[in-house]
């Protein structure tokens, strides 16, 4: 095995998954990152990746990276962050565990994130989740799981992977319904599960038979569970004719979200914040605020709807003095 086939397979199976314990899902992030940028750099070197050195991978090649990732790939500034993150941690582990790569890796440490507009919050109006639940068909197996699906997203504003990877014995339909979630960072967090989502769940459960270790959620395929992408397909299967088809670089309705419709709704329902923040699994509660300030957008377009009387005279105010003194005003001014 070369160098950078041994270095990999350390950085992968040594560090990132024995002792930082990350999930598979999240190696698979950090692992598109990483084939991507050999890809990119064994084309600049005309060599392939069995004759490439570490020295190779030089932080000059790390921002021609990004910037093909931009220009060629089209990714948006967002997605461009996101692979230099998983960069910066491949290159602290080298610094850790190859120090002739230290002064590259200070180098790339030092590649900033770009600043860039937050995400689009995409979420869906109440009437709009009335009128997909009214859409959905009630025939088969696959109806079953989809409204069950769907039911559980808006319920839980569970993320899509938390989603994926349900077990049966993750749902608890005997005692106070809820659901036990495995979320980021390996916490797990239990979410109360409204009467009619426990009954869809049921029946679901009683047709895997019983089995606490299969997958809530299964594929086409029996026994295999729904990926991320099926749970994204599913989504968009259903939601396309709620609204018309979005610009190419605006967001549609996608698993998320129901996330986000989720904490609307309990925030326009009266739930405290911090109540909010623990249901969605949020670290920080500045994550969980933004949410407020769409509920402030809200009202606000409410207000902007509304007519104001129509008696609106101004008041008189008459002479007042403040106005008047310029000089105190120029000191003003000048502190």
Known sequence: MNSIGQVLHSFFEDHLKTQRGLRPSSICSYRDTIKLFLLFVTKSCHRPVTRLALTDLSSERVLEFLRAMEAERGNQVRTRNQRLAALHTFYRYLALYHTEMLAEAERVEAIPSKRSPPPETVYLERDEIDLLFKSLSIQGPLALRDRALLMLLYNTGARVQEIADLRVGDVDLDGPFRVRLHGKGDKWRVCPVWPEAATLLKQLASVRCGDSSLPLFESHQQGHALTRSGVYKIVKRHTRTLRPAPPRKQ??????????????????????????????????????????????????????????????????????????DQELLKWLQSL
């Not at 699994?281 to 104001?308: F, M, W």
């Open 251 to 324: 967001r549609g309705i996608s698993p998320h979200s129901f996330r986000h419709s989720a904490a609307v709704s309990m925030l326009e329902a009266g739930v405290d914040i911090n109540v909010i923040r623990s249901w969605l699994g949020h670290v920080s509660l500045d994550t969980t605020n933004r949410y407020a300030e769409i509920s402030l957008r809200a009202k606000q377009a409410a207000v902007a709807a509304c007519s104001p009387p129509s008696e609106t005279t101004a008041v008189r105010l008459g002479n007042v003095g403040w106005r008047q």
